[in-house]
């Protein structure tokens, strides 16, 4: 976010120019990974074509935090039932890692025993800096624009913003899916209806066309965004599906018109869906370092193709703004953001409810081999 002549072009496509993948780094038993991990090797082409492996790239643990996956508990002094259970929750999480240049990049996929499926990204390593002069803030002047955050002496830390964006082929119980913006508005009582002057109402629209699914989310404008296999219904006769669930996001605030905005425009919106197609895999296009945005999700998506009983595919981006301080000099500390797949109506009730409680055998005991 520096737009001085020595500094306005860094702004850099880590999956398109580099390789996410390619960029992916053996991950450090113990460290990255618990000691209960199992580990997976990757295969990579050389430059010659041919393949390699690379040992430790992928990690998968089981993982008990001490959260809960359901409770509920009775007061015998007021129902007259004394009763009290609880599960525990219990998670599988498929990790790696990448070091794309400076920046180190996190990525977990953590599968819950009760369908919810969690994306997090967490970003770490070493800050793009730059020089300077100063080397305090009792030097600057109020009309010197650092474009950022002295960090150290002669050292700042340039505001940026990072974005990851997923292609979730989703196929809920099958590939033809619809996308749904239940739109969660304030309805008004009529006088006498209520003592309450106001309720929630859920209003469900179906999207026909590309157009319809393009979402920014708003914090005062909510709504639940489904996608549902409109062909498969429960008992009750609910579509069965999986709704996008954000988290902590940022939203790009360039001018739509300016150089990296036009190749990045895949986040102008949060949400986007498309019907599949081989071609259109990466939201950025397929050559991105010469692009000028010709070739990008937003671009696909003017088409504005049917997306209703469609095989489709929801693109979710997953944005950070980084206003750098100190703490994150020299070795940024792990900051992380994540989104959430959250089953809905896709079983017929809690699916976790019969898992059975912990006992005191289940659970290792730590001792120490000697004392002091």
């Known amino acids: 976010m520096d737009p001085t002549d020595a500094w306005y072009f860094k702004t850099y496509m880590d999956a398109g120019e580099y390789g996410f993948g390619l960029q992916s780094m053996p991950l450090d038993p113990l ?61 599988l999480v498929v990790r790696m890692a990448a070091s794309v240049a400076n920046y180190d990049y996190i990525v977990d996929w953590e599968f819950q025993t009760d369908g919810l499926i969690r994306i997090k990204v967490g970003l770490s390593g070493i800050l793009m800096v730059k020089g300077t002069p100063f080397e305090s803030m009792n030097e600057v002047n109020k009309e010197d624009n650092l474009y950022g955050t002295l960090l150290s002496e002669n050292v700042i830390g340039v505001i940026h913003d990072h974005y990851i964006t997923f292609h979730l082929d989703m196929d809920v119980d099958g590939s033809d899916n619809s996308f749904a913006k239940v739109h969660i508005e304030r309805q008004e009582t009529s006088p006498g209806e209520s003592p309450r002057r106001s309720y929630l109402k859920a209003t469900r629209d179906v999207a026909k066309t590309e157009k ?7 914090l005062y404008d909510p709504s639940e965004f ?65 692009s000028q945005g010709e070739d990008t999700l937003a671009v696909w998506s003017e088409r504005d193709r049917a997306i209703e009983n469609k095989d489709i595919v929801l ?38 409810l019969r898992i059975p409680p912990n006992l005191e055998k289940d659970l290792p005991v730590c001792k120490a081999d000697a004392s002091s």
């Open 226 to 290: 489904h996608v549902f296999n409109p062909n498969k219904k429960t008992r009750v006769g609910n579509p069965v599906g999986y709704k996008v669930v954000p988290g902590g996001t940022a939203a790009s605030l360039l001018d739509v018109d300016d150089p990296p905005q036009r190749r990045g425009a895949f986040t102008n919106n949060q949400i986007w869906v498309t019907p599949y197609n081989r071609s259109e895999q990466w939201a950025g296009g397929l050559f991105v370092y010469q």
């Open 31 to 91: 460290n990255d990974c618990p000691r209960n991990a199992y580990y997976m090797d990757g295969v990579f082409t050389a430059a010659d074509g041919k393949p390699f492996v690379q040992s430790n790239m992928v990690c998968v643990f089981e993982r008990y935090a001490g959260d809960i996956g359901w409770r509920h508990a009775e007061s015998s002094a007021i129902t007259g039932m004394d009763i009290r259970e609880v599960r525990p929750k219990v998670t």
């Open 315 to 352: 693109w979710y981006t997953l944005g950070f703004h980084h206003v750098p301080s100190q703490e994150d000099f020299p070795v940024m500390p792990t900051v992380s953001s994540s989104f959430d797949l959250k089953p809905v109506n896709f079983f017929e009730s809690n699916p976790i």
């Open 212 to 218: 319809d699914a393009q979402i920014k989310l708003k």
